[in-house]
């Protein structure tokens, strides 16, 4: 079983900026592609950021130029900066792990971080 703790959410005005953390734990044994998914009021679920084994990343283009998704493979962390929020930024931000061990994959989640963007 793969766990996830995410940190770093909170309220934070216009043009702020905030660092979300996500640490896994548990049965990893290889990570693949990590990422950072959000859910606003009423919305669907979308992808923000993902970063893959290879660090290559993609993001969604609202937040391209502010947004950053890192990865500290020896900490089985992944990291979202975000620079110059914007009120259309708040969200629920979910952390979410690709990987595979011997004979199986797994597709973990964390339990959310709420992100609000408000004077």
């Known amino acids: 079983q793969v766990r996830l703790v995410e940190s770093g959410g909170g309220l934070v005005q216009p043009g702020g900026s905030l660092r979300l953390s996500c640490a896994a734990s548990?049965?990893?044994?290889?990570?693949?592609?990590m990422g950072w998914y959000r859910q606003a009021p009423g919305k669907q679920r979308e992808l923000v950021a993902i970063i893959t084994s290879g660090s290559t990343t993609n993001y969604v283009d609202s937040v391209k130029g502010r947004f950053t998704i890192s990865r500290d493979n020896a900490k089985n962390t992944v990291y979202l900066q975000m620079n110059s929020l914007k009120p259309e930024d708040t969200a629920v931000y979910y952390c979410n792990v690709q990987g595979s061990f011997p004979g199986s994959k797994y597709d973990a989640w964390g339990q959310g971080t709420q992100v609000t963007v408000s004077s």
């Open positions: 548990g049965s990893i044994f290889n990570i693949n592609t």
